[in-house]
């Protein structure tokens, strides 16, 4: 008996219908960073046990918009790009783990299912929004990735916008910022089916990108503004300073990630 | 220290950012179901250990449209309706487990991120979809429920179309069918973090309605198509022979499972 | 020679391209209906020539949802339901022409391309919208239509909410308001496509519907809120006073209207 | 007395909510043009007096999909991209008026209501579809704008592809393609509002770029294929023998045009 087959469900006898595809998933894409202050309280009440805030700059938020295209790695994605290209926004913290820095995405907001469900297995706690981000180009009005020019970047769920960003490029910069530059500290919970009872996926677990290259980062002055919602907290995330902003292109491979403990968040 | 809180990703400290509320769930819906059968041997190969194919008539599939507002226990979605309006499509085959027989939803398209959720959670396979039914209204051309009434039902995904059928009301009807009218029997799957390690989650539940209301099914004649997609295998559950066809209105409340069994699916 | 043929673009050998059908074009659907006061010089600057305020109530406004299937004679539309079904919301006020008083339409968010286009047949003027409204169902939560059931209704375009509203229902009423009572008086506008010449079309016309049917009306109280946007100014007619808010079914047939005159809107 | 104002619908005291800005109008993007021949009859008769078959190679098609940024001449769209972004797809055949060849566009999908305004103005038959394509990237597995890179674009509408396209890249080329090389000779039709008059508007236009600048195009192979669909007459233009494939990007202005002749096209 074959069983059934396929990374992601369905689960079929050829695993064809699979949402997402083995890993290695591969990524080409745009980054809009703004980094920000806010209170390090509004930080550590999004970390659950064992995470505590980072020692340094507890208080820093990346607010991230991206373009992507991605595809595993037949790479057939691309040649039918409707199944390729997402676009996302989200929200970076640091923590502490066992005397370590980590990254830790909060709040993130994706416009296809395979990103979706890429991030059920990653820990990322993805719905549905509507994103955009000018797109530098050589010709015509659109921004070409140079010194004074404006891109803008906005999100929207549920009918409701719920961020939105201008940057304009200063100078090249030696990074694309800190608050995103540590591996990712992500818990992957799914409740019991069981009502009362604990969750029947509770792990904490470390990820990060297997390849990365990337070209010239630059610096940029930015405007950024987040509006209230019923269902979402990102304004919670108040912007008390804004520390920087960055632009850049990037290419990613991501390979998998590594299990650091299980059961110990205290999540409900 | 208080954790964080909420029944689904993003958990925050106020619990207010999760994707759904904690259950009861509640529906209120219409359905058209197709119902036919296929070779059983497309069943087994979707029925991974311990299951099997169901005794009698182990070929018979439904597919089944749904037009939803659903809710939590506040109701607040109802009033704020692009949180509570879904529409799905989906594949249902019955299949044998201890000697009873189980409802199995094998292909599931939605088109809210809310529904994607509740559907990691209930074991159902859903991908995102563009879903439309006719609706019954009491004035201009759209029908009644009614004998002679017709009513389309179309699927489609990642910009394909996969399935449409028309159904014609017959006459008032002693079921709305019988493929999905046991407890349904679904796997939660998710891949461990790790590469090359055994499946994090393998959990065989049952999972069925809590309460249920509706009005009278009706029986119908139809016409059913599917259609063939790269990343889809609907279309391999072919149409042998049109079984039946039904249209009902339902209320329905959803408030948890039981768990069956863990990690035998051997499922890869 | 045959010629291309089509009531609408684009215009083939066949006609069957066309994006709407020649009329009548029929329609089922429900209605949500807030009216309220604002300040009349916020109407009246909305009137061209030759339109003027109306007597009696000038600074009335309507705001409309509505949850349609539509279809030409053929009704093929209604059973490929992504062709029938659309939602628009629409901001109706009164005017006066020779003596008689027309409702017209002065903004109006539709969610199909074959609604955008009848739009600009009949003089609506619009623009793409993300539109929701609560469905009455007979079962679940969902409201019934009676009293002591709430509606929600919002609207939102560019990813901007413009617009929300709940009805509570009140008791069955005479009528379903008064401001989207008359005719219709719409201008048909499209600029030369040579710089700095005078409008190529400026038609005055009169529309209404060509049959109607419809169920009881409902008297509701309400809650309503409009919001700001850069490119939109719904919210300029501000809610000065609530007057009343309406729920009904209905049926209407529409089948072409009257050319009052042309030329003289004075618009740019 | 004001009057309203705007270039398009709605015209207000302002002008602010007017779905387009009077131009000129700017663009940046890339254009997959995929040219083929089909039988020139299935050109002929999409052909409304008093044009005639273009005299050399009459029947060639050039299918176009562009992702575009646009804006009016105060560039805020870009700032705010939803209003800025969309992408097209469209057929494109050359025809012949008073001795000169134009090109004329036959078919065209875009996807938001702006584009669809502009369509309206400058004698586009749009509709909305769904249109996607591989965007080159420098980093990552998408494509680079070089030899041996492959582009995929689609198109679909109503829930159903309509066409599909990968093109690899050959070697830097001379043209973009010539069948959409000439200036546009368009109809702006509109039916008259009242039933059996001739048409309110039967304009025969020209129009082309204000200004243009571009990269290098490229010239590559083409694998292509159209679909049948129930509203769509797009895969009657069938692919007879491909002529070439072309990728270029492009900045664009367009700024008005030259009305040729009215009441003459004999459509319906």
Redesign the interface.
């Known amino acids: 008996?074959?069983?059934?087959?396929?990374?992601?469900?369905?689960?079929?006898?050829?695993?064809?219908?699979s949402?997402i595809p083995s890993?290695p998933w591969?990524?080409?894409?745009?980054l809009v960073t703004v980094e920000y202050r806010t209170d390090p309280a509004r930080v550590a009440?999004?970390?659950?046990?064992p995470l505590a805030l980072a020692d340094e700059d507890p208080g820093a938020v990346a607010l991230i918009w991206a373009d992507w295209?991605?595809?595993g790695s037949s790479?057939?994605e691309?040649?039918?790009?409707?199944?390729?290209?997402y676009k996302e926004a989200f929200a970076v913290v640091r923590c502490s783990y066992r005397g370590k820095t980590y990254s830790r995405c909060?709040?993130?907001w994706v416009d296809?299912?395979f990103a979706?469900a890429r991030g059920?297995?990653?820990?990322y706690?993805?719905?549905?929004g509507?994103i955009?981000?000018?797109?530098p180009?050589?010709?015509?009005?659109?921004?070409r990735i140079e010194a004074g020019a404006?891109?803008?970047?906005?999100l929207?769920a549920?009918?409701?916008?719920l961020a939105?960003a201008?940057i304009t490029l200063r100078e090249p910069a030696e990074t694309n910022g800190f608050v995103n530059g540590h591996p990712m500290a992500h818990?992957?919970?799914?409740?019991?089916?069981?009502?009362g009872k604990r969750l029947?996926?509770d792990?904490l677990?470390e990820?990060g990108s297997a390849s990365f290259?990337?070209?010239q980062p630059w610096s940029a002055d930015a405007e950024l503004a987040l509006f209230e919602a019923?269902?979402?907290?990102l304004a919670?995330l108040e912007v008390h300073e804004l520390i920087g902003a960055y632009y850049r292109?990037?290419?990613?491979?991501w390979?998998?990630?590594?299990?650091l403990e299980t059961g110990t968040?205290?999540?409900?």
């Open positions: 008996m074959a069983g059934v087959r396929g990374y992601f469900h369905p689960k079929t006898a050829t695993g064809g219908s949402l890993p591969h990524y080409s894409g745009d009440e999004l970390l659950p046990e295209q991605s595809c790479k057939e691309l040649l039918d790009p409707v199944r390729a290209q909060v709040y993130i296809k299912d979706i059920f297995h990653q820990g706690p993805k719905k549905l509507s955009h981000m000018t797109r180009h050589p010709y015509g009005p659109a921004p404006s891109f803008g970047a906005t929207a549920a009918d409701r916008r939105e201008v818990h992957r919970w799914l409740p019991s089916i069981e009502k029947a996926l792990e677990i990820t290259e990337a070209g019923p269902t979402e907290e919670r292109q990037v290419g990613v491979s390979d998998g990630g590594t299990l968040s205290g999540a409900e």
